[in-house]
């Protein structure tokens, strides 16, 4: 049984940092890509970042570059979101995200394919 649970969101600051958790159990780890993604009220789910299994490289998107960085750590079958300078637009559920061998390019796929955790709240006060 795949399961993703996420950790680690809270209320911070703008300018504060986070370190997002999402342990994943039931699966072969290496086999799948993963992203972390995220709701905010009123708006779409979008894609953050992305660890890609095949190469270990990972990608993060135009909004976070800079200030996001994914990793996971194959031992403990856990990937990670650090979140720096944060701000009040990155405030949103978080959720973590596994699919079985594509890395797909579009939410959608995503949604329809994917393994999902629960989700974190992100809150980012001015």
């Known amino acids: 049984q795949v399961q993703l649970m996420e950790s680690g969101g809270g209320s911070v600051q703008a300018g504060g940092s986070l370190r997002l958790s999402c342990a994943a159990s039931?699966?072969?780890?290496?086999?799948?890509?993963m992203g972390w993604f995220r709701q905010a009220p009123g708006k779409e789910r979008e894609g953050v970042a992305y660890f890609y299994p095949e190469s270990s490289r990972t990608y993060v998107v135009d909004s976070v570059k800079g200030r996001f960085t994914i990793s996971r750590d194959i031992l403990k079958s856990t990937m990670y979101l650090q979140m720096n300078s944060l701000k009040p637009e990155d405030t949103a559920v978080y959720y973590c995200?596994?699919?079985?061998?594509?890395?797909?390019?579009?939410?959608?796929?995503?949604?329809?394919?994917?393994?999902w955790g629960q989700g974190t709240q992100v809150t980012v006060s001015s």
């Open positions: 995200a596994a699919v079985f061998g594509v890395c797909y390019s579009s939410s959608s796929a995503w949604a329809q394919k994917a393994y």
């Open positions: 039931g699966f072969a780890y290496n086999s799948y890509c």
